[in-house]
């Protein structure tokens, strides 16, 4: 199906098309301006350079329309092979009219170019060459003539005044009579005699000439005693002559002759004519390969017409047969939609076409039923898809015999497992805290079982209510999901929050006896010291073990209190928390000279925003049990203890790592440290982390107890953002993804 789809859409390609129409359009006006540029009807000289550029664009025109051809006839071929319906019609009709437009077409181009050719050979024979070639020869010939004819006598008037010198010289009337009778028998309109500077001496107009100048100086110049000079004008039609008088003391004659202009400019066009003629002779062949070229391209277009002819005919008759192979082919592949357009001039392929669609419209109808139903169990699966990837609650999916069926993304992330690897195995494997309730939920007799577990992923524990519900499924064959809500911090809070309620109590109530008790015993010992003379000894040792123990209960009732109003960030302002860092490292490295601090903290300043004192506060506290914990280690050796401080940044959440090498946490309960008076030390209250952590969760942040990765001992992490949420509805960035890349371990 997929084949004669393509056959088809093979044949609809062959139609006319945008490219083809644009290289018709272009050949023919290429092939219209070589014509005028080779007739001469344009500005453009038709030289041998232009005629070889336009038969070069004409060329390329040409190898166009027959790529154009070649890829339309491979389609064509292609579709037939293909066996595509209306292929074979296609090429029948192009055949034909691609044969009846070939063959009067190239005969007309053959007969034209013989008889351009025969016509041209003529013209270009070699007696028109001699014809043109001796007229150019006469005219020239004619004209030296004329100028030989007017120096002889110029000659002869000179001398006839070189004779009358004398008579200059006695009469200048007399000789200016004769002078004038000279040039009258000479046929001369005017003769004069001027000086080297082009005054004139003498002058006899038989004959007035308007506009008639003396010959300019270099002109003058030029004239010598022996010959004359022939001067031919541009313009007018009269012929001058000068020649240098002998005896009249280097003074000039200058005569004049009417002569017929066309006898002047005849030499000059003839040449002109034969030089056209040798440029024609020179392109006689470039002006028939021209047309004949011309010709071709004409050919070319209106066989690329009749084959665009063809093509549409045949398109037009097989279009209805093509428009129901394609329906069929949608009908097959599913598309009971399909309707093909019916046509009444199409005859009894149109009453064909109404026959299919009532076909494909009673298929439509019994489709629509069957996909109704599957519809709605797929709208029902993506919703519960779309539920388990939303909901913050981990869901998991087990069958009958125990398997992970389904886990949505919250779960993946409590259990640190993705779907991929736990769906399909069993779920005592994968998940094995859940082991146990499911196991119990098989053999209860409600649906429901619910309980709390506790998980531990990466070294973190966190509190899980766990339900798992059974499928309501006959036998034994039914599966169960079971819903994971997170409440450790739930839990966390809970808990702190009654303390915190218990310590504002047992402060208020502790608080208000111990100062009279103290004052009553410093009272009775300044009163009584001095009267007691026996056991003396006896008496300052028990009033100092009540006001000692006064104190003590005072201070942990501080601590309670401390607790209790632990006040929230007030100066939160951009700190550096680096410089936080070192300065309580350096009362700390002080403090025990005897452990080994070291710090892996940014040269350059790390600014958050936070509260310096209470930070400074935390990250004391902090060090301080590391300190202790080194101290309180049962194999701990003096002056091996290390303890290593790192600070860094990563994707807007600033985290402080503290490292030490004591006895380290506990792996159960590890979290319910983090609560008040929850304690691994003897001498331990209880509140400093739950301190800590309150302190970074005003921060928006929190406090991670872990393992150290390089063995023996404990690993703190405090983080926060460095730029708290502007509002109070965003969530804080998970400590998973506060990887920061500058906290290492020992």
């Known amino acids: 199906m997929r084949g004669k789809t393509s056959a088809d859409d093979e044949i609809a390609a062959t139609g006319p098309g945008w490219v083809g129409l644009v290289v018709v359009v272009a050949a023919l006006v290429s092939a219209l301006a070589s014509f005028l540029i080779l007739s001469g009807l344009t500005p453009i000289e038709p030289t041998e350079s232009v005629t070889v550029n336009a038969l070069a ?12 051809m070649a890829v339309q006839a491979k389609r064509l071929v292609r579709a037939r092979r293909a066996g595509a319906a209306g292929a074979r019609l296609h090429l029948r009709f192009v055949a034909l009219f691609s044969g009846i437009a ?6 007309v181009a053959v007969v034209a170019s013989i008889t351009l050719a025969r016509g041209l050979e003529p013209w270009f024979s070699g007696w028109v060459g001699t014809l043109l070639q001796n007229t150019v020869e006469i005219a020239h010939e004619y004209r030296e003539l004329q100028c030989r004819t007017l120096a002889r006598e110029t000659t002869l008037m000179a001398a006839d005044l070189d004779r009358a010198k004398v008579l200059y010289d006695a009469d200048p009337n007399l000789f200016r009579e004769f002078m004038r009778s000279r040039a009258t028998f000479l046929g001369f309109p005017v003769a004069m005699v001027v ?20 010959p300019g100086p270099r002109d003058l110049a030029d004239a010598d005693e022996e010959d004359a000079l022939c001067l031919v004008p541009r313009e007018d039609s009269v012929l001058r002559s000068i020649l240098k008088l002998q005896e009249h003391d280097g003074r000039i004659l200058f005569v004049t ?3 017929d202009r066309r006898a002047l400019d005849f030499p000059a066009e003839a040449e002109a004519g034969m030089n056209y003629y040798n440029l024609l002779a020179q392109l006689s062949s470039g002006i028939q390969i021209a047309f004949a070229s011309m010709l071709a391209v004409i050919t070319l277009i209106i066989l690329l017409a009749a084959i665009w002819f063809g093509l549409g005919s045949a398109d037009r008759l097989v279009a209805p047969i093509r428009r129901l192979i394609r329906a069929t082919q949608q009908v097959a592949e599913g598309n009971f939609y399909v309707q093909v357009p019916v046509r009444r001039t199409e005859g009894d392929l149109a009453f064909l076409g109404q026959t299919f669609n009532a076909m494909t419209s009673e298929l439509r109808r019994q489709h629509d039923g069957l996909t109704a139903a599957s519809d709605l169990i797929d709208r029902r699966r993506r919703f519960t898809e779309a539920v388990l990837s939303g909901v913050s609650a981990g869901v998991v999916g087990l069958d009958a015999h125990g398997a992970v069926t389904i886990m949505n993304p919250s779960a993946e992330r409590l259990f640190g497992l993705s779907e991929t690897n736990a769906v399909g195995r069993p779920a005592a494997d ?4 859940l082991a146990g309730l499911v196991e119990t939920a098989r053999s209860a007799r409600t649906r429901l079982t619910q309980a709390q577990i506790a998980i531990q992923r990466g070294g973190r524990e966190r509190t899980v209510d766990v339900r798992v519900t059974s499928e309501q499924a006959r036998g034994d064959e039914k599966g169960f999901v079971v819903t994971l809500d997170d409440i450790t911090d739930l839990v966390s809070a809970q808990r702190t929050s009654a303390w915190a309620d218990v310590a504002r109590r047992i402060a208020h109530e502790i608080k208000n006896p111990l100062t009279p008790i103290q004052l009553s015993a410093e009272r009775i010992r300044r009163k009584y010291g001095k009267v007691i003379t026996e056991d003396r000894a006896v008496f300052d040792q028990c009033t100092d073990t009540i006001v000692r123990q006064v104190d003590d209960i005072k201070r942990m009732v501080d601590e309670f209190s401390s607790f209790a109003r632990m006040p929230k960030p007030k100066i939160v302002e951009r700190e550096d928390l680096s410089d936080t860092v070192r300065q309580a490292l350096f009362m700390m490295r002080i403090a025990h000279p005897d452990i080994a601090f070291e710090d892996e903290l940014p040269q350059e300043p790390l600014l958050a925003r936070f509260d310096r004192r209470l930070v400074s506060q935390a990250v004391a506290n902090i060090l301080k049990n590391a300190a202790e914990s080194i101290a309180e280690s049962p194999d701990a050796t003096p002056g091996e203890g290390r303890i290593t401080v790192a600070v860094g940044l990563e994707e807007g959440v600033v985290a402080i790592d503290v490292v030490d090498t004591g006895r380290g946490f506990p792996t159960e ?13 003897d001498k331990g209250t209880g509140l400093g982390l739950p301190i800590v952590a309150k302190i970074f969760e005003e921060h928006g942040g929190g406090v991670e107890l872990r393992d150290n990765p390089a063995g023996r001992g404990a690993w703190v992490r405090l983080w926060f953002p460095a730029e708290p949420a502007r509002e109070a509805g965003e969530t ?15």
Do not use: C, H, K, W
Request: no cysteine; charged share 20%.
């Open 102 to 107: 070939t063959v009067p077409v190239v005969v």
């Open 430 to 433: 994968v998940l094995p805290e």
């Open 669 to 681: 309960n590890r979290q319910r440290l983090l609560e008040p008076y929850m304690t691994t030390r």
């Open 257 to 259: 002759r009417f002569v």
């Open 195 to 214: 000086e080297p500077d082009g005054r004139v001496v003498e002058e006899i107009v038989n004959v007035p000439i308007p506009g008639l100048e003396v």
């Open 732 to 746: 804080t960035p998970s400590a998973d993804a506060a990887r920061i890349s500058g906290a290492t371990t020992p």
């Open 57 to 68: 664009v004409n060329l390329g025109f040409i190898l166009a329309l027959g790529a154009i």
